[in-house]
């Protein structure tokens, strides 16, 4: 029997897509042990996958029921994705192709793109109007951007794009060279695409007390650092021979966490339509510097920007309108 947990609460619906794939087998059981919505928060799963993965989904409910998590009332199974947003008030877009090793992100934007029409019009008519959504499936940022383009009735700022584990890695690698737990890194973000442009901001990062730019070289953070953090996707695909899955199911968690639950002062990344912020263009999805309260996502709109990082900002901005004239007939 599972442990005994006190709850008040009426469940919530939240659905994740490609449930009986890599990442998903990683993120139900985060999201089901309490690590995302609070371990008093009862769930009810709403996982979708497509035909031919009905199946392994079968096994993995069965799983996921094997469990006996104490905060999951009901789990569905489903490949229409009308049943599976239903009443949605959290979404994880995850079911799409991950690249192989020879390939880059934005070369799946014609084989992924399309999911995210046909499932943001579903969000559009039958999730909670305050749906809380993340893009996980690769592009994520224009995925992100194609579903929410496909939404008109819930808010674009209720679409966002995972770069938490770009941020996740910033963070691993600081504090590894440090020689001090991940936990004494903070405020360390990225800006921009999750694909190799993207930047990790070490400027206003703090390593066990210190202000990271005086902790780490100059020649180390804009180089080994920044071409480590940005390439690191293909890294994991080298060696283990599939795109990463527990990490991202793990950022992905942290993501969802944060915007739910709060990130407690601290500077996240987190990738959603720009309001204009830092010169970028409106509704190209952005990784930003952002705090979370309330349930609410605040940009950080006022960082002081250095000529590298106005490149940065320039070179993602290009990548991403690239990327959005490519799927300009899916908007
Ligand atoms: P996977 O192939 O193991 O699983 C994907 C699952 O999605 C499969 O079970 C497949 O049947 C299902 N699927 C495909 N199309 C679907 C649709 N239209 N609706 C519902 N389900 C669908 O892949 P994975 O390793 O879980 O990766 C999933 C995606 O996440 C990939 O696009 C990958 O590139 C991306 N990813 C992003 C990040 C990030 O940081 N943003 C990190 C890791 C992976
Ligand atoms: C990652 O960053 O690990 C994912 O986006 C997978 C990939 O294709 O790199």
Redesign the pocket.
């Known amino acids: 029997m599972g442990t005994k947990v006190e709850q008040t609460k009426e469940p919530i619906r939240v659905a994740v897509?490609?449930a009986?794939?890599?990442?998903?087998y990683a993120l139900l059981w985060r999201i089901a042990s309490g690590d995302c919505f609070g371990h008093n928060q009862p769930l009810i799963l709403q996982l979708?996958?497509?035909p031919?993965?009905m199946q392994?989904l079968d096994g993995v409910i069965m799983e996921l029921k094997d469990s006996a998590f104490p905060l999951v009332h009901d789990v569905i199974g489903t490949d229409d994705p009308e049943l599976a947003f239903k009443g949605a008030e959290a979404i994880f877009l995850?079911?799409?192709?991950?690249?192989t090793k020879d390939m880059d992100?934005s070369d799946?934007v014609a084989a992924?793109g399309p999911?995210f029409v046909g499932?943001g019009k579903a969000i559009d008519a039958v999730s909670s109007r305050d749906v809380k959504v993340i893009t996980?499936?690769?592009p994520?940022n224009t995925n992100a951007l194609i579903a929410s383009a496909n939404a008109p009735g819930i808010s674009s700022r209720q679409f966002t794009?995972?770069t938490r584990?770009?941020q996740n890695r910033a963070v691993g690698l600081m504090a590894e060279k440090a020689g001090v737990p991940a936990s004494k890194v903070q405020d360390v973000f990225i800006w921009g695409n999750?694909a190799n442009t993207m930047y990790p901001d070490p400027r206003f990062g703090v390593v066990d007390g210190n202000i990271a730019t005086e902790v780490f070289e100059n020649d180390w953070l804009q180089g080994d650092f920044l071409e480590t953090v940005a390439t690191r996707?293909k890294a994991v695909i080298m060696a283990r021979g599939?795109?990463?899955?527990a990490s991202?199911a793990s950022?992905a968690v942290d993501h969802m966490r944060d915007w739910w639950l709060g990130s407690n002062g601290r500077i996240v990344s987190m990738a959603l339509p720009s309001e204009g912020w830092y010169g970028v263009p409106e509704g190209l999805v952005f990784s930003f510097p952002c705090r979370c309260e309330g349930g609410e996502i605040i940009v950080i709109g006022d960082l002081p920007i250095d000529e590298f990082a106005q490149s940065k900002i320039e070179e993602n901005v290009a990548a991403l309108l690239e990327e959005r004239n490519a799927v300009n007939d899916l908007l």
């Open positions: 897509t490609g009986a794939g890599n990442i998903g979708l996958e497509i031919p993965g392994r995850v079911g799409s192709r991950p690249r992100r799946l992924n999911i499932q996980v499936g690769n994520c794009a995972m584990l770009d999750h996707g599939a795109s990463s899955a991202a950022a």
